[in-house]
C-alpha cells in the first residue's frame, strides 16, 4: 500500500500536512494498525485536526531503546552489543518511567560524570559519547526529537596509549602464564588479533593445508585472511581438539567468555611477571611495534591487524626512544662527523640569492684575518668587519 514501508519489524507511514512530507513511525509490526494510522493522520490533515507529527507524544525511553535497536544498530552495526549495553545504562540512571523527551544536555553530562566515577577512562567516556549521539540522531531523522541533546558536548581530552612489551617482558609473562592462558598469549603476539577474536576461533577458520587464518573480525564485521608462521602452527597444532567443540578455546564445549578464567589467569600472570597495568590489547599493540621493527612496511602491517585505515595503524606501531636517539645519533655523524675539525658556511651574495654550494669555503677557525681572507677568496661580497672597542671605565 502507498505510503506504508518497513524499517527493520516496524512499519512507517508518509503523508502529506501542507507543503510537507511528513515519515512517522508507527511503533509497531502490525500491517493492519500501520494502516489504520495512516487513514487517521490523512482524515486529521484532510479535516484540519493535524497539529504536529509523533514527535509531540512523549515516548518511553525503553521502547525508544528497542526501536533503535531493532531498526538501526542490529543491522547495520557489527558493534550493537556495545550498543545494547551502553543504552542499558543509560536507562538505569533515568529510571524506569523516563521518556526520550525529557533527556536534555545536562542530563547527558551528569550521566558521563557518573560513567567517570565509576572508574571508566575518559576514552570509554567518549565512546559512550558517539553512540549516544547516535541514538539522539536517529530520533531528530525521525521525527520524535527537536534536538539532539548531546549536541554541543565536547568530548574529553584523550592521551593516546603506548604500551608494549620486550622481549624480556613477554618472556617473563608466559613464563608466568597457566598453561591454559599460554597459548592464548602466544598466539595474541603471533597473529595480533583482538582478544575477542581469539576467543571465538574455531577450528574450521584454521586451514593447515593453505597455512592461513580465515575469520570475519567481531568488531567491524569485516573479513581477515591472516597467513600462519611455522612457529604459529607449531602452537595451533599443540592444543588439543575436542569432537563436542568447534572452538579453539573452550569451556564445557561452550566459547569462553572475556570474563571467564581467560581474564583471571591473565590477572595473575602480569602480576607475578611485574608487569601491571598491561591489558590483553597491549599483546596487539606489540605485535604491531614488532612488525615495524623488523622493518615491515606500514601499508603490511595494516592488513596484517585488519585496519581500515593505515591512520588506526600508526596508534599501534610504536617507535621506541632508543631508535629516536639512535635515528639522531646517525644525523649527527652524517652531518658532522666527529673529530672533524673544519665546517662548512654556506652565504648568500648581495641580491639575497642563497649562493651555490660550490662556491662554499671550508674554514678553519684559527684567527679572525684567516677566517676573512677566506671569505674574499671564496668570491664572497666584501664585507667590513668593525674592531671591537673596550667600554670606557665611565660607562
Not at 596509549?161 to 617482558?169: A, F, I, S, V
Not at 567443540?245 to 573452550?250: A, D, I, K, L, R
Request: glycine fraction near 8%; hydrophobic fraction near 35%; proline fraction near 4%.
Amino acid at each position: 500500500m502507498r505510503g506504508i514501508y518497513r524499517r527493520g519489524n516496524i512499519f512507517w507511514i508518509v503523508y502529506k500536512a501542507g507543503h510537507r512530507l511528513i515519515r512517522e513511525s508507527t511503533g509497531s509490526s502490525d500491517r493492519k494498525l500501520a494502516i489504520g494510522a495512516l487513514d487517521k493522520r490523512r482524515a486529521e490533515v484532510f479535516e484540519g485536526r493535524w497539529v504536529g507529527r509523533a514527535r509531540d507524544v512523549r515516548t518511553p525511553l525503553s521502547e525508544a531503546i528497542q526501536e533503535f535497536m531493532t531498526v538501526y544498530s542490529k543491522p547495520r552495526k557489527a558493534s550493537s552489543r556495545d550498543d545494547q549495553i551502553i543504552l542499558n545504562r543509560l536507562q538505569a540512571f533515568i529510571g524506569p518511567n523516563g521518556y526520550l523527551q525529557d533527556i536534555d544536555r545536562h542530563t547527558v553530562e551528569q550521566f558521563q560524570l557518573r560513567i567517570l566515577d565509576r572508574g571508566a577512562s575518559k576514552a570509554r567516556v567518549n565512546r559512550y559519547t558517539a553512540i549516544l549521539k547516535c541514538f539522539f540522531n536517529r530520533f531528530v531523522d525521525w521525527g520524535k526529537l527537536k534536538s539532539n541533546p548531546c549536541r554541543g558536548i565536547r568530548l574529553y581530552p584523550e592521551t593516546a596509549r603506548t604500551h608494549w612489551l620486550e622481549k624480556g617482558q613477554l618472556d617473563a609473562l608466559l613464563d608466568s602464564c597457566s598453561d591454559r592462558l599460554r597459548p592464548i598469549i602466544q598466539i595474541a603476539v603471533l597473529t595480533g588479533l583482538r582478544r575477542g577474536d581469539i576467543l571465538r576461533l574455531t577450528w574450521d577458520r584454521i586451514d593447515f593445508n593453505q597455512h592461513v587464518i580465515q575469520i570475519v573480525q567481531s568488531k567491524t564485521g569485516t573479513p581477515l585472511v591472516l597467513p600462519m608462521s611455522e612457529v604459529l602452527e607449531d602452537v595451533l597444532r599443540r592444543i588439543p581438539q575436542f569432537s563436542d567443540s568447534p572452538y579453539v578455546f573452550h569451556e564445557d564445549g561452550e566459547r569462553l567468555r572475556r570474563f571467564g578464567w581467560a581474564r583471571t589467569d591473565f590477572q595473575k600472570a602480569i602480576k607475578a611477571a611485574g608487569l601491571g597495568g598491561t591489558r590483553m590489547h597491549d599483546l596487539r599493540h606489540t605485535a604491531a611495534t614488532q612488525l615495524r621493527r623488523l622493518g615491515c612496511d606500514l601499508p603490511v602491517i595494516q592488513q596484517l591487524l585488519g585496519h581500515r585505515t593505515i591512520r588506526t595503524t600508526l596508534r599501534y606501531a610504536h617507535v621506541h626512544p632508543t631508535e629516536l636517539r639512535d635515528a639522531m645519533g646517525k644525523l649527527g655523524e652524517k652531518l658532522l662527523p666527529r673529530g672533524a675539525d673544519h665546517f662548512t658556511i654556506t652565504s648568500q651574495s648581495g641580491n639575497g640569492a642563497a649562493a651555490p654550494n660550490a662556491t662554499a669555503q671550508q674554514i678553519r677557525s684559527e684567527s679572525q684575518p684567516e677566517m676573512l681572507r677566506g671569505l674574499l677568496q671564496a668570491g664572497e661580497s666584501e664585507q667590513t668587519v668593525k674592531p671591537l672597542t673596550p667600554l670606557s671605565e665611565e660607562s
